[in-house]
């Protein structure tokens, strides 16, 4: 009797940990949908499909494109999820439960991650790469830099850019 009564605690707290996001899981899935929804009635599924394949036809964000390919939301994805993120977000669930429920049908949804930026006051700008310095000004600062076309260029845009946020 102890015994199978240990074995269903145990299970239970085994199913809820299992469930819950880890830190810096689903990350994209909540930013996207959170940037998404601030403005919009999420009740109404079709506003929401129309605001997210608007927001996935502007992002500029790599992780961010990927995960409107992966859910269908952008015009060359193959597949068609949408309805599975305007459902959850129809009936009130939180962003977090929507990016959960993601998860199950495609573990890739919630394996994408920001990329940590690059600290600008410790960089060694004569040792950095082109294109590491195209990869600051398009994810830090959505600039392409069009006429930039030395590694000097790109360094004087992106101080220039870093001293107006400062």
Aim: glycine fraction near 4%.
């Amino acid at each position: 009797m102890r015994v199978s009564l240990v074995l269903v605690v145990v299970a239970g707290l085994a199913a809820t940990a299992a469930g819950k996001l880890k830190e810096k899981e689903c990350e994209v899935c909540i930013k996207v949908l959170e940037k998404v929804t601030a403005d919009i009635d999420e009740s109404k599924p079709k506003k929401v499909e129309k605001a997210l394949r608007a927001y996935c036809k502007e992002t500029k964000i790599d992780k961010e494109g990927r995960f409107c390919y992966y859910i269908g939301a952008s015009e060359t994805s193959a597949t068609g999820m949408i309805k599975s993120v305007t459902d959850p977000l129809k009936r009130h669930l939180p962003i977090e439960k929507a990016c959960e429920s993601l998860k199950k049908m495609d573990s890739q949804i919630c394996g994408l991650q920001y990329d940590v930026p690059i600290d600008l006051k410790t960089i060694n700008w004569k040792k950095t790469r082109v294109k590491t310095l195209k990869k600051i000004l398009n994810d830090q600062f959505n600039d392409p830099c069009k006429g930039c076309i030395e590694k000097d260029d790109y360094i004087k845009r992106i101080r220039s850019l870093s001293k107006e946020e400062l």
